[in-house]
């Protein structure tokens, strides 16, 4: 348990960690290594909380889709001179204000809260993934259908709106 | 089971850096990355409450669509930006103030 103990907060930490290094990064290039890292420190903290198959998704889409197509967008728009992409900061002290004033705001109340944890609780690790397969299936197998319509909808509106204007005029 | 506080206080700390980023960064492709994180926070509570009851994998369901639009955000989102930087030659949202060229 100790062992355990120390793998979430190291997550934990290296989680939070690239995650408010990605507010001083000023290469784009960076921030999304930085956000991935932070994405697969997520992907192991669902495994500690009992969730294998969303782990597994998050690291599949995020590290392996997600992870592209943002490399492919830093890389189409910066400039051919050479020099890497510098992002600048604007409202600083708004946004600074802002986020850090929602943050005090729900560790306020976040720490008043008392949720009642049912540590005798313990899910079935060897039905988990059987049950969600069951469950995808029956109860919620509109939703799993609107998801499908909702990804080949956006495949189509991708692929149109970045289809270039030469195309369109022949 | 790992203490529910500290994946309360790992999304507040996610959804902040997303806000923060959303609005300060002077990059479209950079505000899609806040946006990520953003989603991700949300994620990392609703996997957090289902622990408090496992036999129902309600969380997790939410999680998993969650993720499936954030794709279809990210897909979407880049093309717009894509399509952007050919159009004006930039990236930077706030040069964009018309609605025709």
């Known amino acids: 348990m100790n062992l355990l103990n120390f793998i979430f907060y190291f997550l934990e930490s290296v989680a939070a960690l690239s995650a408010v290094s990605m507010i001083f990064i000023r290469n784009v290039f960076y921030g999304a290594l930085l956000l991935i890292t932070c994405l697969i420190a997520l992907a192991g903290l669902y495994v500690l909380a009992f969730a294998e198959f969303i782990a597994v998704t998050q690291i599949l889409i995020y590290a392996g889709g997600i992870l592209v197509v943002i490399i492919f967008g830093i890389m189409l728009t910066s400039k051919i001179s050479g020099k890497p992409l510098v992002v600048e900061h604007a409202n600083l002290f708004s946004g600074t204000l802002a986020g850090l004033s929602f943050l005090g705001l729900l560790i306020y109340f976040l720490s ?44 189509i509106g991708a692929a149109v709106i970045s289809s270039s204007i030469k195309s369109k005029k022949v | ?64 669509f969650v993720i499936i639009v954030a794709v279809s955000e990210a897909a979407v989102g880049l093309a717009l930006v894509l399509r952007v930087y050919h159009d004006y030659k930039t990236s930077v949202p706030d040069e964009l103030n018309e609605l025709k060229d």
């Not at chain 1, 988990?128 to 509109?142: A, K, N, P, V, Y």
């Not at chain 2, 946006?35 to 409450?49: D, G, H, K, P, T």
């Open chain 2, 1 to 64: 089971m790992f203490p529910l506080q500290h994946f309360l206080y790992l999304g507040a700390l996610l959804f902040s850096v997303g806000l923060i980023i959303v609005i300060t960064k002077r990059n479209a492709i950079m505000v899609l990355l806040g946006i990520e994180l953003m989603l991700n926070a949300s994620n990392v509570n609703l996997v957090a409450f289902n622990q408090l009851n496992p036999s129902a994998l309600d969380g997790q369901f939410f999680a998993l």
């Open chain 1, 112 to 155: 008043a809260q008392k949720f009642n944890v049912f540590s005798t609780a313990k899910p079935l690790p060897e039905a988990s993934l059987h049950t969600f397969g069951i469950e995808l299936m029956s109860d919620f197998i509109l939703p799993f259908e609107i998801a499908g319509i909702l990804l080949l909808i956006a495949l």
